[in-house]
């Protein structure tokens, strides 16, 4: 397990001969010249987890992940996939509170909390996502609203913490070509530290993402910053070449 991590969410993109191309490309670019020292994670939609688990089965550094999980454990809830489901097809990773989530599917803390918990029953990493609206930064109170959203983290109890990463995604940066500047993320992400370390000896090497229109052209300068670990990427990380070169942009 790396502290340095690269993850894409394909979010609800890719038929299966898309996806398995797609992960195929990229695998071919990790051989072309390793990257130690990062986990790559693939998240695909729920339905080719088991494939693209497979097409990366016994590889350094490359892993699976979920792009969400059900609260619940088993039993009926139509249309749910549990994380030990997960678990069991293949993903080592699991996306949760993305904004999306939080917006469209009304996705609060106290779900948020039990989702946190189906995670780690099912040995899966969770990557847990917050970020502020423009509103609430505009407005001042984007470290209130990143601290309230980090409430279902902030409880859990010490042990988990080593397997915990943070993705901080403003809202306001998701998938609308306005990146964060490397100061306002960088602010963002010691802050998150501090706030998780306040109790927690664990927290200080928790691996914190910074997602929201990240690139290849912008990546470099974002992962130069003391506390950005990574990226939590979208719209890049379904090409191949600008996922992979983001990948390669951590300081040497
Ligand atoms: C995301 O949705 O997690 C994301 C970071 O998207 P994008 O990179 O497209 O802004």
Redesign the pocket.
């Known amino acids: 397990m790396n502290s340095k991590i690269v993850a894409g969410?394909w979010?609800m993109n890719c038929d299966r001969s898309e996806a398995a191309r797609l992960a195929g490309e990229i695998l071919d670019l990790l051989d072309a010249q390793d990257i130690p020292g990062v986990d790559v994670v693939l998240a695909p939609p729920y339905v080719h987890i088991s494939e693209i688990a497979g097409l990366l089965e016994g590889r350094r550094g490359t892993f699976t992940g979920a792009q969400n999980c059900s609260m619940h454990q088993k039993g009926a809830y139509t249309g749910e996939i549990s994380a030990q489901m997960l678990k069991s097809a293949g993903a080592r990773y699991v996306?949760l509170g993305?904004?999306?989530r939080r917006r469209d599917f009304h996705e609060n803390n106290g779900q948020l909390t039990q989702k946190l918990e189906r995670a780690f029953e099912a040995d899966l990493r969770p990557i847990f996502?917050c970020g502020e609206s423009l509103d609430e930064r505009d407005g001042g109170s984007h470290f209130d609203a990143v601290k309230t959203q980090l409430e279902p983290v902030a409880g859990l109890p010490a042990e988990f913490f080593s397997k915990l990463v943070i993705?901080y995604?403003p809202v306001w940066?998701?998938?609308?070509g306005r990146t964060a500047t490397p100061d306002q993320a960088q602010e963002m992400h010691a802050f998150i530290r501090k706030h998780l370390s306040s109790d927690k000896d664990h927290a200080a090497g928790i691996p914190i993402l910074y997602?929201?229109?990240?690139?290849d052209s912008n990546a470099a300068a974002l992962f130069a910053q003391p506390d950005i670990n990574g990226?939590?990427?979208?719209?890049?990380?379904l090409k191949a070449g600008s996922f992979v070169q983001i990948a390669r942009s951590f300081p040497s």
């Open positions: 969410n979010k996306i993305h904004s999306e996502c993705a995604e940066a998701i998938g609308t997602g929201g229109s990240c690139n990226g939590l990427i979208g719209g890049a990380s």
